[in-house]
Every structure is written in C-alpha cells, then in structure tokens.
C-alpha cells in the first residue's frame, strides 16, 4: 500500500509539472504576446509588467510578479487545506514562475486575437486541469477559488474562478481596450469548461438503458460480445401498468456501436437511451484496474 501512495505521489507531481508548463506556454504565447488579461494573477502580472516598463527594463517578469502575489494566497490554502495540499500547491505555484521563464523565449504563435483565445484558452484549461487533478492549484485565480469554495461551496471552485478573473479583465479592458478584453472573456469561458470537463473526469463511458421484452438475448449477446457486465432493474409501463425490464450496461465509448447493433439486430422495437458517464468506479475501469494490477505485483493485499 506504501509503493502505491508512492507511486500516486509520483504521478501528481509529474502532472503538477505537465500542466503548469503548458499553462506557462499558454501565458507566454498566447495571453501576454497579444495583451489578453485573461484574469488571475498571470493577468495582474501582465497588468504590472505593462506599466512597470518605465522602471524596469521589458517591465517586471511575470515570474517574479507571479511568486511574490501567491505568497500569502499559498499560506491561506496551507491552513485550509492542510500540509499534504498546500506542499503540492507551493511546488505547482514555484515551478509555474520557472516554467514561466523556460518558456518566454517562445515565440508568438499567432497573431489573430480569436485563434489566440481559442488556443490559449483550451491550453490553459488543460494546464490547470492537470493540476487539479494532481490535487493542487497553480496559485493565482485557482487557488483563490478554492479558498472561496471553501467557504462558499455553492458554487464551484471554476464558477469563482471565473468571477475574480472578470474582474481582472474589466481592469485589462480599461487598460488594453474592449476588443481585447471581449477576446480575454472568450478564453477565460473555454478555460474554465475544460477545467470542468476535467474535474467532472477524464475518463469518460458510456452508459446505456435498454427496454425489450428480448431483454434476456439482448443482455447475453452483450455479456458475450464486449464481455462488459449487465443489470435488470424492474421498471413499470405508466400508460400500460405492465412490469418491464430494465437493462442498464455501461461501456466505453467505442464499444457503445457494438452495442447499438446487438439491440437493433435482437428488437428492431427496443426503447434504448445512450448518455455520457464519468468517473466510472468498478470492475472493469479505473479504480479497480489499478487494484488489481497493484495486487497481482503483490503491492498490497
């Protein structure tokens, strides 16, 4: 059980250190190249970068603007959410400013303000995905809204995140103008649907409820077909009042065409409902696959 905490461990680091380097290309390339304040503190950072130029030379790095702001975010996620959280947050929140100077040296990759919110944007959210799923934030914005979920759990921490950066960007529209800032909004609401999505799971099924009174050759040829386990749930017909039966099945997405043509082939006449299903628990998928792999190892018992 302690090679597998381990190995875990490992692996969030290694997703701390994926997604704050793409969110250090998205900053970068994209959102300081083109003057999008897409909000947070990369935003204020761009914000102190821009007026700073007559001070220092090419203005305060983001890095440095970066680091000194998130200090006292980071202690308040320290207290709130323990060491073993805010030990994760202070290296994503440290690497971040050096990714954001390993990565200044890029150069713009493109230079039409919708391509760069699109991009950036989707960028973005993927970074501080990664991120969070490693359970840590990159500072900033994230790690203010998380602390606000904290207290404010009616609404998620990408809803708050949300919210802090349109005030940023109100100040950037001030600064940079309302086209750029229409821009920035633009890429603040794909990076928080891809943040969501990711949150919501990365791994997305399919699940699949099927009505037939072939219900036992249907749920067969499934078993036998993509070897995937079936459950009958009692159900009654409102308009008849005639007992029927349920079946519901939940798959990968590729599998669900397979399962589409057993069902048209066994009752052309079946009632079927196909929707999407995240993080899926149980036999056959994530959790219990890494399990059993980590017991046949002799990980754990």
Avoid at 118 to 139: E, K, P, R, S
Avoid at 162 to 184: H, K, N
Avoid at 198 to 211: H, R, V
Wanted: charged share 15%.
């Amino acid at each position: 059980m302690l090679q597998l905490k381990k190995k875990h461990k490992f692996i969030d680091y290694i997703l701390i250190i994926i997604g704050t380097t793409l969110l250090a290309i998205a900053i970068n390339s994209y959102f300081e190249a083109m003057g999008l304040v897409t909000g947070g503190v990369t935003g204020l950072s761009i914000i102190i970068k821009h007026f700073s130029q007559g001070i220092w030379p090419g203005g305060i790095p983001l890095s440095f603007s970066n680091l000194c702001i998130n200090i006292p975010l980071f202690l308040i996620a320290f207290v709130l959410h323990g060491k073993e959280f805010g030990a994760k947050s202070l290296f994503a929140t440290i690497y971040l400013s050096v990714a954001l100077e390993y990565t200044r040296f890029l150069p713009q990759l493109t230079h039409d303000y919708f391509l760069g919110a699109v991009f950036g944007g989707v960028m973005a959210g993927v970074g501080i995905g990664l991120v969070f799923v490693a359970n840590a934030t990159t500072g900033g914005t994230d790690l203010a809204g998380s602390i606000f979920h904290h207290f404010f759990p009616g609404l998620s921490t990408a809803k708050w995140m949300q919210l802090i950066d349109s005030l940023i960007i109100v100040v950037g529209l001030v600064l940079f103008g309302a086209e750029r800032a229409m821009y920035a909004i633009i890429s603040v609401y794909i990076t928080v649907q891809i943040i969501d999505a990711m949150l919501e799971g990365l791994n997305f099924s399919k699940a699949a409820l099927i009505i037939s009174d072939k219900h036992q050759e249907i749920s067969a040829e499934i078993m036998k077909q993509i070897d995937r386990g079936v459950t009958g749930l009692s159900g009654v017909g409102k308009y008849t009042g005639n007992q029927k039966e349920v079946l519901l099945c939940v798959m990968s997405k590729r599998e669900i065409l397979t399962v589409k043509e057993i069902v048209k082939r066994i009752d052309a006449k079946a009632f079927m409902i196909v929707t999407d299903a995240r993080e899926v628990f149980g036999e056959g998928f994530i959790e219990n696959a890494e399990l059993e792999k980590a017991k046949k190892a002799g990980k754990i018992d």
